[in-house]
């Protein structure tokens, strides 16, 4: 099974973000993990970057595999390939917990 972050998604994922994801700053302290400063949206499209290139870099090994390349093995490209899917399944279920928060707070009455 083979899941890949498009760049249209991850431009979706981003502009959601964007439009409903409050900002995280100052209160928080970084014994609780937050960075004095940053904001929740800014994490969740650094987190996405990071499994764009992810899939890339597996999609990379992929193609170098296939062509036999050297000093490219199976278990590293298969450890890469699982790390993509991993961190892709990992951004859909942020995704899909945030739609589903904001339906919750949207169907709350005031």
Do not use: H
């Amino acid at each position: 099974m083979d899941l890949k972050l498009t760049p249209a998604m991850l431009s979706t994922l981003q502009n959601a973000v964007k439009a409903g994801a409050p900002s995280v700053s100052g209160g928080v302290s970084s014994a609780a993990g937050a960075v004095p400063g940053g904001s929740f949206s800014n994490a969740l499209g650094d987190a996405l970057k990071s499994v764009s290139r992810t899939q890339e870099q597996a999609s990379d090994l992929q193609r170098k595999f296939q062509t036999g390349a050297e000093g490219v093995s199976l278990e590293e490209t298969m450890i890469a390939m699982q790390k993509a899917q991993i961190g892709f399944q990992a951004a859909l279920t942020v995704r899909n917990r945030l739609v589903s928060a904001y339906t919750d707070i949207m169907n709350m009455s005031v």
